[in-house]
């Protein structure tokens, strides 16, 4: 290395310079000595093995202690410094030399800490010093504060006052060597100390010192070493089998920090006792937990004898196949290449795996002994899995085993079983598998019988109920042979937890009875709730702070509210409840909570005073708004709305139909019949009608001329074709006047029966009685007769009869009776050969009308 005197023209200059820095800064740590002692070995041209590095030291350190004193003294200095530099790199000392050395340094400092010296502190910090610089009346401060000093405009020293400039300071490399001598002092002393800390029985203490240590391991590659050589290994394992998630998830950042970019730790992790086990045991926790585990097993995987050990594992194939399918990209993606990394060990072993991963566990949790059972239960509520995973545990008998181990004496064990089937139960069909199984008996003996030795699981087990509710309430085609909450006793224990316990709770248990009143069953769960008064509480819940609490009270609210008895919410609704749904309907952000809010208006008591009370707090003015910015709301929003709409629109109350007409509605009403979803043209129809069933009552009478000149003046001034009077869309709500018919004969075509019926029965008003030759005229113009033919031959019944009624009237006309005897035959033969009687009876009447009824007689 003397020889080679740095002469190669490629690298000399950078070697150089690498070398002129790491004399001049003295405190290089080994990482950099290493990276410059491999640099000199490529450009010499010799290998970096450790061995062929260290003979090669050695020679140049024996040849510079043998220079003569002829020697330049400045080469001499410099190669003196050179060896002290590049004797730092540890690439050239074995590893028993490198403890030696530590323990040496270290048994000789003591066992307490060092305070800093005072000239250790910058002087305008107040802090130790990180890059200590020097002025030239001696005064040392942290570089970056004397700096932002003088460039405030200052320029003077802080402590002397006498003049200074940047340009004068110097870094004080002997201050510097110092601190980090003291420095380095007091971390060995605390690696040295921390063990027994880590080894606490005090949770808080073990996650502070673990914390603490992790730092140390970030900061420099140096204290990993001593971490190692304090054989922190053995105690950090150990630590992977404590039931604390935050312990063990420090313990698996700590080691992957130890193991990455250093193939020999990454052995020794490996081949530490139980080390691979343990971590392998992570990967069936949390996601979080799960996440670490498998980072760090991929970095122990770059090394040949841990990934031996990985693959060798027992379980940790069928977790990390579990893992390649799960919904986190990454973690997948991890699990993948680590597969494809332990491939070499069994070529087929991942195919095994996907063909039954969860087998061996399913086999012990139903074969094991009590500890193995428990503990493969905590494992499935811990591992990650997709919901074709949850199915296919529990068709492999998984959910016999965890509803068994809800009879089982120990706590332990029915905790273990209760947090396996929340996971699992949101799959419908687990959970309907569950209830048939006999789970929810079991869960409300846990929940009412044995809480109060298992407080902190009501809420799991709460959960789990709402899981099961959720898979009740599904589409399965056998959920209505299922028994699900039949007794009235667990209704109202059940529904009493709200007023026990928190709002996770409270959430939960709204949630159950949400799911199973909207079950095709839930009429009975309905009325008992509603028997119970919990109308009471669900009114106070709808001001609850919390507001996924609030949100399920109202839709249950709503659910309740719409097939109960008046009086239930006569007794509890008043004016502040209407206020506070008004209100959220305002300034919700929970589109179906408002909409759910707006159906309670809708469907709350129609008695004067309830309905005064909501005309007082806004209601109507609310409405008119939302169906007035129809393109800036939801359509869910709009519906119920127009829904709402419809109990201010009763013929029965004329002046609060004028109280509605006068907002201006009407108008756009009718263009909702063009713009709007079927159930709005439905709610639109109905308050149409309403609006129309008032008009001939209300339409003014035309005033004849008077006058003795009367018989030269113009004919009086024409009223409604229909109704005679004078009509305006504000005093008579006249559908011709709002232009309502052609919009109403459109919604005729569509193939939702709700808006056809409603639009029918709107249109119906207009032959009313004796109006029924003038509105039958402006039925055709607008096309509906056709229509109303056509309907004949609907599959709906409703449809066909009320089409069949009043056709029946519209053929006693001679002129409609004619124009339309061709196209109505036909259907009207069908419904005498398949309707009901009364069909038949009236489909007969109107063929006779037709004088149809002798040539088609073979038909009947």
């Known amino acids: 290395m003397i020889d080679a005197k740095y002469q190669e023209p490629v690298r000399e200059d ?47 350190k024996n040849e510079m202690e043998t220079v003569g004193p002829a020697e330049d003294v400045a080469e001499v200095l410099q190669i003196e410094q050179i060896v002290v530099l590049l004797g730092k790199a540890d690439i050239i000392a074995t590893l028993e030399e490198r403890e030696k050395k530590y323990f040496s340094k270290r048994n000789s400092l003591g066992r307490q800490p060092l305070e800093p010296l005072q000239s250790f502190y910058c002087p305008i910090t107040g802090d130790v010093m990180e890059d200590p610089v020097e002025t030239p009346s001696g005064h040392s401060f942290e570089r970056y504060a004397i700096e932002k000093w003088l460039a405030e405009e200052n320029s003077s020293c802080p402590v002397t006052k006498t003049p200074l400039k940047v340009s004068a300071l110097r870094t004080n490399k002997t201050l510097r060597q110092s601190i980090e001598e003291w420095r380095d002092r007091n971390t060995m ?78 052995e020794t992790i490996a081949k530490t006792d139980d080390g691979i086990k343990l971590i392998v045991c992570s990967l069936a926790r949390k996601i979080e937990e799960s996440k670490l585990a498998l980072q760090l097993l991929m970095e122990l995987s770059e090394n040949d004898v841990a990934r031996n050990i990985i693959g060798s594992s027992q379980g940790c194939i069928l977790l990390l196949v579990t893992i390649s399918g799960s919904d986190d990209p990454q973690a997948a993606s991890d699990a ?87 996971k699992l139960s949101g799959v419908p069909q687990n959970g309907l598998k569950m209830i048939k199984q006999g789970a929810v008996d079991l869960l409300f003996g846990i929940l009412f019988r044995e ?88 009114v106070q819940l709808c001001e609850h702070e919390n507001l996924a609490v609030r949100s399920n009270a109202v839709k249950l609210f709503c659910a309740l509210v719409k097939d109960g008895s008046d009086e239930t919410f006569e007794e509890h609704v008043g004016p502040k409840c209407v206020e506070t749904l008004l209100r959220i309907i305002s300034t919700s952000d929970n589109v179906e909570e408002s909409v759910a809010s707006m159906e309670i208006i809708s469907n709350l008591p129609k008695n004067p005073k309830m309905t005064r009370w909501i005309l007082d707090a806004g209601a109507l003015e609310l409405i008119v708004s939302i169906l007035s910015n129809r393109f800036q709301k939801p359509e869910i929003m709009i519906e119920s709305a127009s829904g709402a709409l ?152 409703r449809l066909q009869e009320k089409a069949l009624v009043e056709l029946e009237r519209i053929f006693r006309l001679p002129e409609y009776k004619q124009k339309y005897k061709s196209s109505a035959q036909m259907p009207l033969v069908e419904i005498t050969q398949r309707g009901s009687s009364r069909m038949k009876s009236l489909a007969a009447k109107i063929l006779a009308h037709l004088n149809v009824l002798n040539e088609q007689s073979s038909f009947f």
């Open 14 to 60: 950078e070697i150089r310079e690498k070398i002129e820095l790491g004399i001049r800064e003295r405190s290089v740590d080994r990482a950099y000595a290493n990276d410059l002692l491999v640099s000199i070995a490529d450009v010499i041209g010799i290998s970096t093995e450790q061995s062929v590095l260290r003979q090669e030291y050695e020679e140049f």
């Open 189 to 266: 002393i605390f690696i040295g100390s921390m063990k027994s800390q880590i080894l606490s029985n005090e949770d808080e203490e073990v996650i502070v010192s673990l914390g603490k240590l992790r730092a140390l391991c970030l900061e420099r590659e140096l204290h990993q070493d001593w971490v190692m050589m304090e054989d922190y290994l053995p105690v950090l394992v150990s630590l992977l089998s404590t039931k604390n998630f935050q312990i063990r998830s420090l313990v698996l950042d700590i080691l992957r920090i130890l193991a990455a970019y250093n193939d020999d730790r990454k």
């Open 336 to 422: 993948k290449k680590l597969l494809e990394n332990l491939s070499f060990l069994q070529q087929n072993i991942v195919q095994m795996a996907k063909a039954n991963y969860f087998g061996p566990l399913l086999h012990l949790l139903s074969s094991g002994s009590e500890s193995v059972r428990r503990e493969m239960a905590e494992t499935l509520s811990e591992v990650e899995m997709t919901d074709h995973g949850k199915l296919t545990v529990c068709e492999s008998g998984a959910v016999e085993s965890l509803v068994a181990m809800l009879s089982h004496v120990d706590i332990e064990m029915k905790k273990a079983a209760i947090l396996a089937l929340e």
């Open 451 to 538: 809480s109060l030795s298992m407080p902190n699981l009501v809420e799991k087990v709460v959960a789990t109920i709402t899981n099961l509710a959720l898979s009740f309430a599904s589409n399965d085609p056998d959920h209505h042979e299922i028994p699900f909450l039949e007794s009235e006793e667990d209704i109202f224990k059940l529904f009493s937890l709200i007023s026990l316990n928190g709002p996770n709770v409270q959430q939960s248990v709204l949630r159950t009875y949400l799911a199973v009143c909207q079950s095709p069953s839930g009429s009975n769960i309905r009325k008992t709730l509603r028997k119970i008064s919990s109308v009471q509480v669900l």
């Open 646 to 797: 419809c109990r201010f629109t009763v013929s029965t109350n004329h002046d609060l139909q004028k109280k509605v007409a006068e907002t201006g509605i009407i108008t756009t009403l009718v263009h909702l019949l063009d713009s709007g979803s079927s159930l709005t043209k439905k709610n639109v129809a109905v308050s149409l009608r309403q609006f129309s069933d008032s008009s001939g009552s209300l339409s003014m009478p035309v005033e004849p001329k008077s006058g003795l000149f009367s018989c030269c003046l113009a004919s009086a001034e024409p009223g409604c074709t229909v109704h005679s009077g004078i009509c305006t869309i504000e005093s008579s709500f006249c559908l011709l006047e709002a232009n309502a018919v052609n919009p109403l004969a459109k919604v005729l075509d569509e193939a939702d029966v709700g808006a056809c019926n409603a639009s029918l029965d709107a249109l119906f008003t207009l032959i009313n009685g004796e109006q029924l030759q003038k509105g039958s005229k402006v039925l055709e113009s607008g096309d509906v007769i056709a229509k109303m033919v056509k309907l004949l031959s609907s599959p709906d019944v």
